[in-house]
């Protein structure tokens, strides 16, 4: 390989970012544990736990009901998801001072890859405090930002002095951090494949950095070499502007064919809640919903309508899951995979007419 | 305690005060009101935590205390009772009990250590002006406040006390409310008072000569309106530079009779798209033409009689904008000033400075 020019990417990653919004447009809200997600009665989960209500182990994703059971003084909160997606927006404008090149990976979360950049003389570090200090005066939110030569780095090093952090890993450091690392937290490695390592005796990345890259292509094929390279520091992905996404979707495969149209529709039901959670975390919304059923002989078929307006909300998409998969066969056909997906994401003002702005 | 009164001289103070008890609260007794009743006379004080409203009234009474109760509830209650019922209020353990002629209510009260009062604060500034001026100011301003905005310093109105005068802006990024009246005060101040506040002291003000208090502190306005005394946090937050955006005149500059031109508008405006509400200004010699469509391909043209002469232009604009700007005017006639289709419109009355109104374009 080439010796290439060392990268500058900056990951950041806003603290406890729903809750904070949440605190910040309501005073009463400011020092209390806020749980922002379902009602602690329903069966709802978490999106984000302000950090008072981390301290008393309650993180995203758990069940709304749990976290209540662990902080029951706590402020539930339901999500506002237009104003996040608002506020999102005003923080990829700030990011957007900084660099062309922005990849966001979610409302909160977004890499910068500031290598050619000339602002801060072209300190990558100074950048970063920077982008920190103007996401709060445009926002009054705080952000948490990792500096390194990678987008594999940059995205721990952001981890590594939350809240309000700012942690640099050199390319000196980056073999050493790496080599402490335990396996759970490189990226790509999932609960499942952690086990796995351990049960082959590979706890961190010094572990894994002993074994050749054979041999973790031999255990886990293309993975494994890419495990081969993170042990070792090397992550050349590059960070991708505007990743032009079409549509989102989920599907699921049965251990067995379903024959029951209840069955089928209560499966649609949660492939569609995991739809509008993701769109929601993206700040997408689609105009069609598509639902896709592979019969157990493999044939498929596609079925879909549209919305009025765009539309991310899992409200909007229930009640149509029914009317679609009414229009296959599903049911007399026995069905080996459902899928959700929707489409058609809006652009904004096209054609409408653009509000230019006063500042 | 215990209080006769008739029903007017509790209703009157209450509705001044209950406006502000949020429908919905984080503490069971921002539900409530504060009465606190001294020798011959009783205060009542409702806040949100964010703006404060006690009011003063005599009674003639020898007790002294102090509770809180529900605040609508006893509202409603009084509201419904006829005119100029006498009214006996008394206390037993937790519970008030309100009777007057045949009727008996029993209220649920919470102990008055417990509702958060504001402690004193201290002022940096204090001015006094006719309650009509203030009212003005925020009338012919508040409708251009941002509303739930992440620029949170845009959720609220400016009030800017420098060189003898007094004025008040308000701007969502797409346009943007000046007015400015002259005042007398000792020392400049620059705060920002949250919208609700601004809401709320509109409705106290009255159309009078009447003067109002005004006290601004670091983290607190205050005004006193005759037995008022409203108490607002300020946003703490930096106000754009308005004086950088109000632009100077035009090199169009447009005179048009202020309602033909808003009935006008009215009327294109019902063929616009409903969401974005975007018309576009044809500007000729003496002739303004205003044009909208809708998605479903429906138009509407109008041709206003302008005095103007010069070059043409055509430029678009959100056109709730622009009736917002010209309902908050006053006089006969209008006077727009343009430069080109990118740049901001600036539309005043003709024969005077004291508002103005910058509306940025739209792109069609």
Known sequence: MKDKEQRKIIH??????????????????RGRPVIVGGPPASRGVVATASYEARRFGVHSAMPSAQAYRLCPHAV??????????????????????????????????AYLDVSISTACRGSATLIARDIKQAIRAATGLVASAGVSYNKFLAKLASDLDKPDGLA?????????????????????????????????????????????????????????????QLARGIDERPVEPDRARKSLGAETTFATDLDDPAEMLGQLRALAAEVATDLARRGLRGRTLTVKVRYADFESV?????????????????????????????????????????????????????????? | MKLEIQ??????????????????????????VLLEMHDNAFTLTATDLEVELVTRASVITSDSGEVTLPARKLFDILRNLPEEAAIQLGFDGERAVLKSGRSRFTLATLPAADFPTLDEIPFDLELSLPQRTLKTLIEKTQFAMAQQD?????????????????????TDGHRLAYACAAVTAAAAAQVIVPRKGVQELARLLADSDEPAQVRIGTNHIQVV??????????????FPDYQRVIPR?????????RLVLRTALTRTAILSNEKYRGVRLQLDNWLLRVQAHNPEQEEAEEEVEVNYSGDGLEIGFNVAYLLDALGALDGELVKLSFNDANSSCLLQNPDSEDCRYVIMPMRL
């Open chain 2, 225 to 238: 309106i005759g037995d008022i005394r409203f108490t607002s946090k300020l946003i703490d937050g930096k």
């Open chain 1, 76 to 109: 539930f909160v339901k999500p506002r998801f237009e104003v996040y997606r608002a506020v999102s927006q005003h923080i990829r404008a700030v990011l957007g001072r900084y660099s062309e090149l922005i990849e966001p990976l979610s409302l909160d979360e």
């Open chain 1, 302 to 359: 596609t079925r879909s309508l549209s919305f009025a307006e765009p539309t991310a909300t899992y409200a909007d998409l229930e009640p149509r899951l029914a009317v679609l998969l009414a229009r296959t066969e599903a049911g007399p056909r026995r069905v080996r995979l459902l899928g959700v997906t929707v489409s058609g994401f809006e652009t904004a003002g096209r054609g409408q007419g653009l509000q230019l702005v006063l500042f």
């Open chain 2, 249 to 257: 005149e035009g090199r169009r500059v447009v005179l048009a009779d």
């Open chain 2, 7 to 32: 029903r007017e001289q509790l209703l009157k103070p209450l509705q001044n005060v209950v406006n502000v008890v949020e429908r919905r609260q984080t503490l069971p007794v921002l539900a409530n």
């Open chain 1, 168 to 228: 640099v890993i050199t390319p000196a450091q980056g073999p050493d951090f790496v080599a402490a690392l335990p396996v759970g937290r490189f990226h790509g490695i999932g609960r499942a494949t952690e086990r796995r390592l351990l049960a082959l005796g590979i706890a961190t990345g010094a572990d894994l950095r002993a074994r050749s890259r054979d041999e973790l292509v031999g255990h886990f094929g293309k993975a494994g070499a890419w495990y081969h």
């Open chain 1, 12 to 29: 950041v990653d806003m603290d406890a970012f729903y809750a904070a919004v949440e605190q910040r447009d309501d005073p009463r809200l």
């Open chain 2, 150 to 170: 992440v620029r949170y310093y845009l959720n609220g109105l400016l009030l800017d006390c420098v060189d003898g005068e007094l004025r008040a802006v308000a």
